[in-house]
């Protein structure tokens, strides 16, 4: 008795015709039908915020919504973020920080984190602020505080690229690689790290 | 996907009258608007009704009414538009702050209050604020439309004196009397997103330097319903505010609850809370 509905998603700018139960949960319409698997699933009960889309630029959790709740609204995942191949401020921010160790969290820290820089307009959100804003995100990896310091280091106006003109538009292109090497700087790290397991 | 979730129902509705016409259908569906506690028992497969009624698309319930001795929020609206609301923050600061404690902001930005009132848990954030504001809720059915007040609207743990066919629309809090002061204190395992062990929230005022001549103590998770401390009120009510009449109404309190072991906490934890968190209120207004 599965009745299914037609919906047009607005994902990540780009409309996605689907078929699905009403009552599917918008995270596994995301992950299964639009094939974004970008966001996770941690708790599936509004706690661990894995699953955290944008909604009309609110932060939400994508397995407490259904599929029929989510028609005629912009939603956007983590891969909205960067724009082709490169990365948002605060993706890049993420990596120079060591935010991400495991990375289940990842996706919804950056979420959510671009609704706080939205809502703070420039404004470098305090310390307590961006815990606040990310209450609702857990991570059991970084302790927190890298990926405080990396909002905050987003949220600031950019100096070193505006201080140059002719520079400014040399450094988009080589800010690819860098940030490909401190990937890789990051992978081991993340491979030996002892405390994944104990976190599990 | 969870496959339960692929056999259910949903009824959206463009208008309150079609969303109320729904109500009185044979297979009665649950409402459903922001979903943060319906989708948490669905995924947990412990909800097992198959018709739902998607609320969260009425625009009739979306609104905020500022009026000169109170305010009608909308039932659909959500905890993020009350906390920023500005007219709420400035006469209503202990919902506001409610509404900044409810879960986090992906729970804030889609819960709503009717979904708070209606969900009757007897923890529910903003329950003890509407208490201590004297708040009346507005049902409608497709037969009337009626208002509860808030003090009546729960009869029993997590029973509401409404009808099966009634929608909860709206909720009017009275304006405290001038000059009161307010206060909201929850307390749970963590700041952010826990549930409360103990939530509070109260509205006072005396004449200067004299005697208590309005006085609401509200509290959740300290019985099956959200509710009153009546008998601390009274300990209060025409008296000076001293240590003395503080500690009276700490001792009443003792006698307005039997709170309860449960998974959250203890009784003699949240009788101790409770008594701390009414001082916390209590004592910096003694002049």
Same mark, same amino acid.
């Given at each position: ?7 047009s ?6 409309r ?18 639009c094939?974004l ?5 941690g708790?599936?009960?509004?706690? #661990?915020?894995?699953?955290s ?7 939400? =959790?994508s =397995? ?14 983590v ?11 605060l993706q ?5 920080h060591?935010?991400?160790? =495991?990375?289940? =969290? ?12 939205e ?8 310390d307590?602020?961006v ?9 059991r #990896?970084?302790?927190y ?5 990396a909002?905050r ?13 002719p520079?400014?538009r ?19 790290r ?6 994944r397991?104990?976190?599990? | 996907?969870?496959? !339960? ?38 995924n ?5 009704h ?5 609320l969260?698309?009425l ?6 009414l ?6 009608t929020?909308?039932g659909?609206?959500?905890?993020r538009?009350?906390?920023?609301? /500005?007219?709420?923050?400035r006469?209503?600061?202990?919902l ?5 404690e409810? @879960?986090?902001?992906?729970i804030q930005?889609r819960?709503?209050i009717?979904?708070?009132? !209606?969900?009757?848990s007897?923890?529910?954030?903003s329950l003890p604020v509407l208490l201590?504001?004297?708040? %009346? ?6 037969r ?6 808030? !003090? $009546?609207?729960y ?7 409404i009808?099966p ?16 002061? @307010? ?5 749970? %395992? ?6 409360s062990?103990v939530?509070?929230?109260?509205v006072? !005022?005396?004449k200067?330097g004299g005697?208590?001549?309005?006085v609401?103590l509200a509290?959740g ?5 959200p509710?009153? /401390?009546?008998? /601390?009120e009274?300990a209060?009510?025409?008296?000076r ?14 006698? $307005? ?7 959250r906490?203890? /009784? ?7 008594g701390?968190v ?10």
């Open positions: 008795m599965s009745t299914r509905v037609r919906l998603l607005n994902v990540n700018g780009r996605y015709a689907v078929q699905v139960p009403p009552m599917k949960r918008l995270l596994d319409v995301l992950r299964e039908d094939g698997t970008g966001s996770k699933e708790c599936g009960e509004g706690e #661990c915020g894995a699953c889309v944008l909604m009309n630029g609110a932060s939400v =959790c =397995c407490l919504v259904s599929a029929a709740q989510a028609e005629g609204v912009k939603i956007v995942t891969e909205g973020l960067a724009k082709g191949k490169t990365l948002s401020r890049q921010s993420f990596i120079d060591g935010a991400a160790q =495991c990375g289940i =969290c990842t996706p919804g820290m950056l979420i959510t984190s671009v609704e706080l820089l809502r703070s307009r420039g404004r470098v959100p305090s307590p602020e815990r606040e804003a990310l209450a609702g995100n857990l991570c #990896c970084t302790g505080q890298k990926i405080v310091d909002v280091a987003a949220a600031k106006p950019v100096v070193r690229r505006a201080a140059a003109k520079a400014a040399r450094a988009a292109p080589r800010r690819a690689k860098p940030a490909v090497a401190r990937r890789k700087a990051v992978a081991p993340r491979k030996t790290a002892p405390r397991k104990a976190a599990r | 996907m969870k496959s !339960a979730l692929s056999t259910l129902e949903l009824l959206r509705p463009r208008t309150l009258d079609e969303a109320l016409k729904h109500m009185i259908t044979f297979e009665r569906p649950t409402p459903l608007a922001g979903g943060t506690d319906l989708f948490v028992y669905l947990a497969g412990t909800q097992p198959g018709r739902y009624l998607d969260s698309r625009a009739e319930l979306r609104q905020v500022v009026a000169k001795s109170s305010i929020i909308g659909g609206v959500t905890f538009e009350i906390r920023e609301h /500005a007219e709420i923050r006469r209503f600061p202990s506001a702050a409610a509404a900044a409810v @879960g986090a902001w992906q930005n819960a709503t009717a979904g708070n009132i !209606a969900n009757a007897p923890a529910g954030d201590a504001h004297d708040a %009346t809720v507005h049902v409608r059915s497709v009337r439309a009626r208002e509860v007040a808030m !003090a $009546d609207l009869v029993g743990y997590r029973k509401l004196a009808e066919d009634e929608l909860v629309t709206a909720v009017t809090l009275a304006s405290p009397p001038r000059r009161s002061r @307010g206060f909201f204190r929850k307390v749970g %395992t963590r700041r952010a997103q826990s549930i062990k939530v509070f929230a109260g006072l !005022a005396a200067p005697e208590v001549t309005h609401r509290f998770s300290m019985a099956a319903t509710a009153r /401390a009546k008998g /601390a009274q209060l009510l025409g008296k505010l001293t240590a003395g009449t503080v500690a009276a109404a700490r001792a009443a309190l003792e006698g $307005d609850f039997t709170p309860i072991d449960d998974v906490s203890e /009784a003699d934890y949240r009788r101790t809370v409770a701390n009414l001082e916390q209120f209590l004592r910096p207004l003694i002049s």
